[in-house]
């Protein structure tokens, strides 16, 4: 399922996640790649000295765990972002929980990343129970990372110091992890390393413990991976959400209507026709303006300004579109939610939707399946959904948005729902399709 090659080394910045269960030792791996890496200060590495237990063990989680709440209890609260570069490129970590209860953070940190690290403490599972059984919360974070479409997957078997380095029980691992990975669809890259975190064990160096591993250590592989932005820079998919409506002034001889947001997808150039949505019309692209000023092309990624031949009626949450654009403006999804909050779904009011820069009301018509990620099986009969569900649902909202499907654009098939009485991201949405 791998096809790493360690002759290619990419260069653009690495978005990657940890993610696995309470205790499997995310912190601390990530404390000791920066710690063998050498990408920490004076006064962190100070810190780390004064962490030792009995003036031996390091306590590597001091360096994510930055709340006191986390100290105290010993586990990831809030997701962490931590900053470091190898001579090959740039990372940028997110450390996320494993705790069920704090599985939105776990989403918000792997809903940008390229790549996810996810753990399995060794000395959690039971070898005697055949087949071999994967901790809950690592098929919950598998089942989101393929929902997410995080490209490439990185298994890290930790703590195989306390098992002795045994071959055999990590093949094991690596086979029910496959047969997760089958059983959730997951198409993603997946690479598997024996690692000791606390140890250092193929962290950043290659260890003599485990000389029947053949692969590479855990950091040339997120060094070797590509970043995989699935942008579209073709002009066809111009994709243009309005974020706000520039009037310099009032002077009739210079009355300047810029119209300013990000590209999300695709190219525009000046002379282009473009199509505003929800309202249909056609219009001409006549000036485009950036940080660098007046340019004549732009494209996805880059905050722009954009001038039209005429004056046409656009606000924010608007869209301008390629001309021939097959993106349509929709009223009917069908979504997979991830839900966050406390209280279930109840599909009797209604919800507030943010999709890009528009907010609309959005009302939950049926629950099609729920995920019982204990079973792996799809549940039809369940009406709702509660806090870390997964599930399948169809949605109706109050005007339609202009949007693709998740797997076509992440910018532009996301969205949030919010409890219009609390104002609680109650779950995070990626589109399906449409009705």
Request: aromatic content about 6%; glycine content about 6%.
């Amino acid at each position: 399922m791998s096809n790493f090659n360690p002759n290619v080394t990419k260069y653009a910045p690495l978005r990657f996640i940890t993610a696995g269960s309470v205790d499997d030792g995310k912190s601390t791996l990530i404390g000791r790649l920066l710690y063998d890496s050498k990408a920490l200060l004076s006064d962190q590495l100070l810190s780390l000295d004064k962490s030792k237990n009995n003036g031996e063990v390091i306590d590597f989680s001091i360096l994510t765990d930055g709340l006191q709440a986390e100290r105290e209890q010993g586990i990831t609260i809030d997701v962490a972002y931590r900053y470091f570069s190898t001579a090959k490129r740039k990372f940028i970590i997110a450390d996320t929980p494993g705790h069920e209860q704090y599985t939105r953070n776990m989403v918000t940190g792997a809903s940008t990343a390229n790549a996810a690290v996810v753990l399995i403490d060794a000395t959690q599972l039971d070898f005697k129970q055949l087949p071999l059984q994967l901790l809950p919360q690592t098929k919950r974070h598998s089942a989101i990372l393929k929902h997410l479409n995080c490209p490439h997957i990185l298994v890290a078997v930790n703590k195989m110091d306390l098992l002795g380095f045994e071959q055999a029980k990590f093949e094991a691992i690596c086979a029910a992890y496959r047969t997760l990975a089958l059983q959730l669809g997951l198409q993603q890259d997946i690479h598997f390393i024996p690692v000791s975190a606390l140890q250092g064990d193929n962290i950043v160096h290659a260890s003599a413990n485990t000389p029947w591993y053949q692969g590479e250590p855990l950091l040339s592989i997120l060094e070797a991976l590509p970043s995989n932005e699935h942008v579209a820079l073709d002009a066809s998919h111009f994709h243009f959400p309005v974020q706000l409506v520039q009037r310099l002034d009032s002077d009739k001889q210079d009355d300047f209507r810029g119209y300013q947001g990000r590209i999300e997808a695709g190219s525009v150039k000046v002379g282009d026709q473009v199509r505003i949505e929800p309202a249909g019309r056609i219009s001409t692209v006549s000036k485009i303006f950036s940080s660098n000023g007046s340019v004549a092309t732009a494209q996805a990624g880059e905050q722009v300004t954009i001038r039209l031949s005429d004056d046409i009626d656009i606000s924010r949450g608007d869209t301008l579109l390629a001309v021939d654009s097959g993106t349509q403006a929709n009223k009917k999804l069908r979504a997979t939610l991830c839900w966050f909050d406390e209280r279930a779904l109840n599909p009797a009011r209604k919800y507030l939707l943010k999709h890009s820069t528009q907010t609309v009301f959005a009302k939950i018509n049926k629950v099609e399946q729920v995920l019982d990620v204990h079973t792996l099986s799809k549940v039809s009969e369940s009406h709702s959904l509660n806090m870390n569900d997964l599930g399948e649902v169809q949605l109706s909202l109050q005007k339609p948005i202009c949007c693709t499907r998740y797997q076509d654009n992440i910018a532009t098939g996301s969205f949030i729902l919010i409890d219009e009485a609390t104002y609680h991201t109650v779950a995070a949405g990626m589109i399906l399709d449409f009705e």
